[in-house]
């Protein structure tokens, strides 16, 4: 069955960098988009950033410059990195694939000092 498991959340100081990472099985996956999402306490989950399969990304507006989608198929594994961490990038990160509708359990990210 189709399967994705985040990790690299972590506690990291303003200005700090993490990369996340999102293991995938079960699929076809050099054929499929993938994207992450996040969720900050007590607001909606939003799209963060998302890669086709060819390699186009978008990402949210406030995250432009900072964060970078990148995916390498031959490990079925999709990565964010996030550097210049703001406090406002504090939130659980999740890995979605679209055409399965599924999501990871996600990964908490939290930017304090």
């Known amino acids: 069955q189709v399967q994705v498991v985040e990790s690299g959340g972590g506690l990291v100081q303003p200005g700090g960098s993490l990369r996340l990472s999102c293991a995938a099985s079960g699929f076809t996956f050099s054929l499929d988009a993938m994207r992450w999402y996040r969720q900050a306490p007590g607001k909606e989950r939003e799209l963060v950033a998302t890669i086709t399969s060819v390699g186009t990304y978008r990402y949210e507006d406030s995250v432009k410059g900072r964060f970078v989608i990148s995916r390498d198929n031959a490990k079925n594994t999709v990565y964010l990195q996030m550097n210049s961490l703001k406090p406002e990038d504090t939130a659980v990160y999740y890995c979605?694939?679209?055409?399965?509708?599924?999501w990871g359990q996600g990964t908490q990210v939290t930017v304090s000092s």
């Open positions: 979605y694939v679209p055409g399965y509708d599924k």
